[in-house]
């Protein structure tokens, strides 16, 4: 089942968030093969794409095989995000989000992200600045349910300005600024968001199984779901959400220790291929936390693998790691992610 955001048409309800740091090529390809329908680049700062930075430049690579894909944007500054966004437009991105959820101090301090939660007046700006530079594609917003305002009624009133600058959708996470990822995420509080309007509204926030998104579809009303940390070292997630929700799958596919092992070292190779071998061995220090977190022995692996900048050695380690695992090893739990 898809979902329609402005003249896009997404191939599910399921849609895996930006995430800093962790939402990059390879990623991306090793979930859309697992059955990820629409996933977003990291998000990328406006005044450093403007400004040509080479490194958020090389955030953008993508492929034809990486579509569709969405760009988020962060930004306070009216003009810069429209003319972030007018880039972000003509080099193809099938849709722009404006982020007004990121909690993290740094950014918050700059009155950029959840900041703008206490400046609608400005937020409108924006919302109206990056709608007019992009023509024929869809906008978007994705929010925290408030700034320390636990009652939802910040959100409300943003998705409202949302939908009156003519953005296509909103995105709501249910936690304040306030609250960083502390306790649960609200699911009433998105619902009060969906209620305020008429344009679709993607729920987020502590959605690992396919029995939590029905929950916060039935308690919401929202349209659609968005994956934060729940996709890292499970791609198979997506595929497990959407067919448990049409009733196509009564339990989640697990995949085996066997899968699991091809899976890490696939997504080693792209990183390889991609980012080169410097950049692969760093990346490979928290990827592997993902595949691993809490499975016996976890801890000696990381270290070797902490230890070594060649990307073989990484192999050998992972590959030896896994063929020493029981058949039945569980899972991974969700690795701790403070960006989604």
Same mark, same amino acid.
């Given at each position: 089942?898809? &979902?329609?955001?402005?003249?896009? &048409?997404?191939?599910?309800?399921?849609? !895996?968030?930006?995430?800093?740091?962790?939402?990059?090529?390879?990623?991306?390809?090793?979930?859309?093969?697992?059955?990820?329908?629409?996933?977003?680049?990291?998000?990328?700062?406006?005044?450093?794409?403007?400004?040509?930075?080479?490194?958020?430049?090389?955030? &953008?690579?993508?492929?034809?095989?990486?579509?569709?894909?969405?760009?988020?944007?962060?930004?306070?500054?009216?003009?810069?995000?429209?003319?972030?966004?007018?880039?972000?437009?003509?080099?193809?991105?099938?849709?722009?989000?404006?982020?007004?959820?990121?909690?993290?101090?740094?950014?918050?301090?700059?009155?950029?992200?959840?900041?703008?939660?206490?400046?609608?007046?400005?937020?409108?700006?924006?919302?109206?600045?990056?709608?007019?530079?992009?023509?024929?594609?869809?906008?978007?917003?994705?929010?925290?349910?408030?700034?320390?305002?636990?009652?939802?009624?910040?959100?409300?009133?943003?998705?409202?300005?949302?939908?009156?600058?003519? &953005?296509?959708?909103?995105?709501?996470?249910?936690?304040?600024?306030? !609250?960083?990822?502390?306790?649960?995420?609200?699911?009433?509080?998105?619902?009060?968001?969906?209620?305020?309007?008429?344009?679709?509204?993607?729920?987020?926030?502590?959605?690992?199984?396919?029995?939590?998104?029905?929950?916060?579809?039935?308690?919401?009303?929202?349209?659609?779901?968005?994956?934060?940390?729940?996709?890292?070292?499970?791609?198979?997630?997506?595929?497990?959400?959407?067919?448990?929700?049409?009733?196509?799958?009564?339990?989640?596919?697990?995949?085996?220790?066997?899968?699991?092992?091809?899976?890490?070292?696939?997504? =080693?190779?792209?990183?390889?291929?991609?980012?080169?071998?410097?950049?692969?061995?760093?990346?490979?220090?928290?990827?592997?936390?993902?595949?691993?977190?809490?499975?016996?022995?976890?801890?000696?692996?990381?270290?070797?693998?902490?230890?070594?900048?060649?990307?073989?050695?990484?192999?050998?380690?992972?590959?030896?790691?896994?063929?020493?695992?029981?058949?039945?090893?569980?899972?991974?739990?969700?690795?701790?992610? =403070?960006?989604?």
């Amino acid at each position: 089942m898809g &979902l329609q955001i402005g003249s896009l &048409l997404l191939p599910s309800r399921i849609v !895996q968030s930006p995430l800093a740091a962790c939402s990059d090529l390879p990623f991306r390809l090793v979930a859309r093969e697992r059955g990820l329908g629409f996933c977003f680049l990291e998000m990328v700062s406006a005044q450093s794409l403007t400004r040509e930075n080479a490194k958020t430049r090389r955030m &953008l690579a993508t492929l034809p095989e990486d579509r569709p894909l969405g760009a988020q944007l962060i930004g306070c500054d009216p003009g810069m995000m429209a003319e972030a966004a007018a880039i972000l437009d003509e080099l193809g991105f099938d849709l722009i989000d404006m982020n007004l959820g990121c909690p993290v101090k740094k950014v918050v301090s700059n009155g950029e992200g959840s900041a703008l939660l206490k400046n609608p007046a400005l937020a409108e700006k924006v919302f109206r600045a990056v709608r007019g530079a992009v023509k024929n594609k869809p906008v978007t917003v994705k929010m925290r349910k408030g700034f320390n305002d636990p009652s939802g009624d910040e959100a409300a009133e943003m998705a409202r300005r949302a939908e009156a600058a003519g &953005l296509d959708a909103v995105t709501v996470h249910g936690r304040t600024q306030a !609250q960083q990822y502390a306790g649960h995420a609200d699911w009433e509080a998105i619902g009060k968001v969906k209620r305020a309007v008429k344009i679709p509204v993607l729920g987020n926030g502590d959605v690992l199984t396919a029995q939590d998104a029905r929950q916060l579809i039935e308690t919401s009303g929202c349209d659609g779901v968005m994956i934060g940390r729940g996709g890292l070292g499970n791609p198979w997630i997506y595929r497990n959400l959407e067919e448990g929700l049409s009733g196509a799958r009564t339990a989640p596919y697990i995949p085996s220790v066997a899968e699991r092992k091809a899976t890490l070292l696939q997504h =080693l190779a792209l990183q390889r291929r991609y980012l080169g071998d410097r950049q692969a061995a760093l990346n490979m220090r928290r990827i592997t936390v993902w595949y691993t977190q809490g499975l016996p022995y976890n801890k000696a692996m990381r270290v070797a693998v902490c230890s070594t900048m060649d990307c073989e050695e990484i192999a050998r380690v992972v590959a030896e790691f896994f063929d020493n695992l029981p058949a039945d090893a569980p899972p991974p739990t969700v690795p701790l992610l =403070l960006t989604e």
